[in-house]
């Protein structure tokens, strides 16, 4: 027994070593009575007002309010302002519908950000450039054309008719349509529509030659499909 009690008085116990605390024992020694706590409760009060005070008054200064959200979001007091914000937010995201174009990388990506946070639907393609709109536009109806034409060719007309609408297409003739059947007339004319409007909106942009090449493609591609049809009767 005395040989363990001897051991155990030799142990030597680590210690963590802390530093010593910022607020050093102020907290153990000095203990805030009422009134103390009174006061500082007044003085919070008196700096909540002037914080909504500053959220209303830059109602009309959006990046002035969506750094003040921001700042307070930060500093963990949000809480104390939640209908303020959230009025304040919902204001912003009803004028984003309609944004200004003068709006910089900074102010677009942090009003972005406060939406997303506070659950609004904000759409991702926030820089939107229009770039090649009608390009992309002509190519889907050129396709939805081609794919009736080539079910035209391929499924539907006879071979006599389609020697017609070929001879037909490759005039570009309105008063041609007349000779064609009924399903016919009703593709001829909206593809002439189609590349009215290719025409007049390429005439607009000073590009009106673009309209002879596009007609010309088009046109390239029924002998094809003729040629194709008589392997296909004869075999």
């Not at 004028?95 to 506070?118: G, I, S």
């Not at 593809?191 to 002879?212: N, V």
């Amino acid at each position: 027994m005395a040989v363990q009690a001897a051991t155990q008085r030799a142990q030597v116990r680590r210690t963590a070593e802390f530093h010593p605390s910022v607020g050093g024992d102020y907290f153990i020694k000095r203990v805030s009575d009422s009134e103390i706590v009174s006061v500082w409760s007044e003085e919070a009060e008196v700096l909540k007002k002037e914080v909504r005070e500053m959220l209303s008054s830059s109602a009309d200064k959006p990046l002035e309010q969506l750094n003040l959200i921001d700042a307070i979001q930060r500093l963990g007091i949000a809480y104390h302002f939640e209908e303020e914000i959230e009025a304040a937010l919902k204001q912003i995201y009803t004028t984003y519908q309609n944004p200004n174009e003068d709006d910089d990388l900074y102010t677009v990506a942090l009003r972005f950000r406060l939406l997303r946070q506070e659950g609004y639907n904000v759409s991702t393609g926030t820089f939107s450039e229009p770039h090649f709109v009608f390009a992309r536009k002509v190519l889907s109806k050129a396709v939805a054309m081609l794919s009736v034409m080539d079910d035209i060719y391929d499924v539907h007309g006879t071979i006599e008719e389609l020697e017609l609408f070929t001879k037909v297409i490759e005039s570009w003739d309105m008063s041609m349509k007349d000779q064609l059947p009924d399903y016919m007339k009703v593709y001829f004319e909206a593809l002439l529509d189609f590349y009215s409007e290719i025409e007049e909106e390429t005439t607009s942009e000073g590009r009106s030659f673009c309209i002879h090449y596009a007609k010309e493609a088009c046109s390239q591609l029924n002998p094809y499909q003729i040629i194709n049809l008589n392997h296909k009767f004869q075999s």
